[in-house]
């Protein structure tokens, strides 16, 4: 998709990124695929996404993953567990989904209650189904650069979104400010990949505004809402904003809202993703590629 599908004037002076719009075409691209599988004569490709315990957020997100996966076409298989479920319980639903031919995909919804070790889970999934990315066997293919890994789907997302804004990121200064291991750490691999100069700055970093500020491109998952002001960016930077929290509004409302002070840094970047329909669209769409690649990889695997 080129950049002038995504991308629009976000008023203040940045192009926006437009998230939503380029995961509705994602999405339609594997709904197509998918058809093309099963006219082949193939079984449709199937997501498990298991969610422990009530989280209110998490709920939304697994139920957006569920619907986002039949628009694709795929089956889903929602598995809730209580919040009490002990880790055996959980590393055995794990290993039943790993045995089970009819799931492509799993995903495992973080947080986890304190009682459950989450590498443990991640680590449980077989890595060919680790359609999230996070185990240490795609973990370390990402940081070796190998091309016969899952990437985690919201740097993948991010990736994306900067590639239709970027033909080439060659030499281009990107800097990641967070460094979890959903988001940040993954983020920093695609774009050293992509031949980035990539620093990564953290809850330790001294000078993190003027860091930020010499940032050609800009990503930024923190989790906090509004952390990063008009005066951190450089002038014609792209910034990508991965957070979204929601906040109260003087009016009594609430709205969502990004770790990144939209209305001020729309006026000094050059692209701009917006909280909501930046990123988050992203993360969806690209889980239901690592599905789809998942399972076309499985249904060759069994022929040959
Ligand atoms: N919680 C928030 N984002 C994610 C994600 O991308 N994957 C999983 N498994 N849990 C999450």
Excluded at 154 to 172: A, F, I, N, R, Y
Excluded at 198 to 204: E, G, K
Aim: proline share 5%; charged share 20%; net charge negative.
């Amino acid at each position: 998709m080129t950049a002038s599908t995504t991308t629009m004037n976000a008023g203040g002076g940045a192009e926006l990124i437009d998230g939503k719009a380029m995961a509705a075409g994602m999405t339609a691209d594997i709904r197509e695929q998918v058809e093309m599988l099963v006219r082949q004569g193939h079984e449709l490709p199937g997501l498990a996404v298991v969610l422990v315990g009530n989280d209110p957020a998490s709920e939304v997100y697994v139920k957006n993953k569920a619907i986002q996966t039949h628009r694709a076409g795929m089956k889903s298989f929602m598995q809730m567990m209580p919040e009490s479920t002990s880790q055996e319980e959980l590393l055995a639903l794990i290993e039943e989904l790993n045995e089970n031919p009819k799931v492509d995909g799993i995903l495992v919804q973080l947080p986890l209650p304190p009682q459950i070790d989450a590498a443990t889970v991640t680590n449980a999934i077989h890595p060919d189904k680790d359609v999230d990315g996070l185990g240490e066997v795609n973990t370390g293919r990402l940081a070796l650069g190998m091309e016969n890994g899952i990437v985690p789907c919201t740097p993948l997302g991010c990736l994306k979104l900067l590639q239709s804004v970027h033909e080439d990121m060659t030499g281009l200064k990107a800097v990641v400010i967070g460094a979890s291991n959903l988001v940040g750490r993954p983020m920093a691999q695609l774009l050293l990949k992509a031949n980035c100069t990539v620093t990564v700055a953290h809850i330790h970093t001294r000078n993190i505004e003027e860091l930020a500020r010499s940032a050609d491109i800009l990503v930024v998952a923190t989790g906090k809402a509004g952390l990063v002001k008009g005066s951190w960016i450089k002038p014609g930077a792209t910034v990508i904003d991965v957070g979204i929290t929601r906040v109260q509004t003087p009016e009594g409302k609430s709205r969502l809202v990004g770790d990144v002070v939209f209305e001020e840094a729309s006026r000094v970047a050059g692209h701009i993703t917006p909280v909501p329909g930046g990123v988050g669209p992203m993360t969806i769409a690209c889980l239901l590629h690592n599905t789809f690649q998942a399972a076309s990889r499985r249904r060759a695997s069994t022929e040959g």
